[in-house]
Antibody
Framework: EVQLVESGGGLVQPGRSLKLSCVAS????????MNWIRQAPGKGLEWVAY????????YYAETVKGRFTISRDNAKNTLYLQMTSLRSEDTALYYC??????????WGQGVMVTVSS | DIQMTQSPSLLSASVGDRVTLSCKAS??????LNWYQQKLGEAPKLLIY???SLQTGIPSRFSGSGSGTDYTLTISSLQPEDVATYFC?????????FGSGTKLEIK
């Protein structure tokens, strides 16, 4: 059974940093591109970042480019999102999601990030 | 970036109704369109990919169609468990973008 389990969220002050993790199981992690997608409270979905299976290709949404860094450790079956210079508008539930061809076929349950003083 | 516009934002229908949700892209996305269902408090779930391909395990009452800039998700006979918010998502080009969602309620 495919499982994606996020962790690392919490309450953080504006301007500070936070690192999210997503541990994958039930599939060969190193064969798939992975993504972070977020959802602000009561709002829609916003794709945040993508990393290819071997980390050769990385894309970011303009709203986070230069502040967030996506990475992965295929030996540990783990996806990361390093978030710096956090803003109130980064407050959201952050999902990791597997990319199958060009659709998100498995999602984690999400981890909440709240940016507030 | 490609903008995705969903309508209506809120839809109320009766059990057994045929329901149609719309999604319009700001440019031709060549059928590179997926649909997701998100129930309250849950992660989104893939329903349909590449406009009309049903994901494994999804009931056949769900179907998708469209081309160019205009796409639809149809539920042939609405069931109580279909109460959710539905999002479309394009993958014609990066950044991948979602519509703002249609919230579906039972009348």
């Amino acid at each position: 059974e495919v499982q994606l389990v996020e962790s690392g969220g919490g309450l953080v002050q504006p301007g500070r940093s936070l690192k999210l993790s997503c541990v994958a199981s039930g599939f060969t992690f190193s064969n798939y591109g992975m993504n972070w997608i977020r959802q602000a409270p009561g709002k829609g979905l916003e794709w945040v970042a993508y990393i290819s299976s071997g980390s050769s290709y990385i894309y970011y949404a303009e709203t986070v480019k230069g502040r967030f860094t996506i990475s992965r450790d295929n030996a540990k079956n783990t996806l990361y999102l390093q978030m710096t210079s956090l803003r109130s508008e980064d407050t959201a539930l952050y999902y990791c999601a597997r990319l199958q061809s060009y659709y998100f076929d498995y999602w984690g349950q999400g981890v909440m990030v709240t940016v507030s003083s | 970036d490609i903008q995705m516009t969903q309508s209506p934002s809120l839809l109320s229908a009766s059990v057994g109704d045929r329901v149609t949700l719309s999604c319009k892209a700001s440019q031709n996305i060549y059928k590179y369109l997926n649909w997701y269902q998100q129930k309250l408090g849950e992660a989104p779930k893939l329903l349909i990919y590449y406009t009309n391909s049903l994901q494994t395990g999804i009931p056949s009452r769900f179907s998708g169609s469209g081309s160019g800039t205009d796409y639809t998700l149809t539920i042939s006979s609405l069931q109580p468990e279909d109460v959710a918010t539905y999002f479309c998502q394009q993958y014609n080009s990066w950044p991948l973008t979602f519509g703002s969602g249609t919230k579906l309620e039972i009348k």
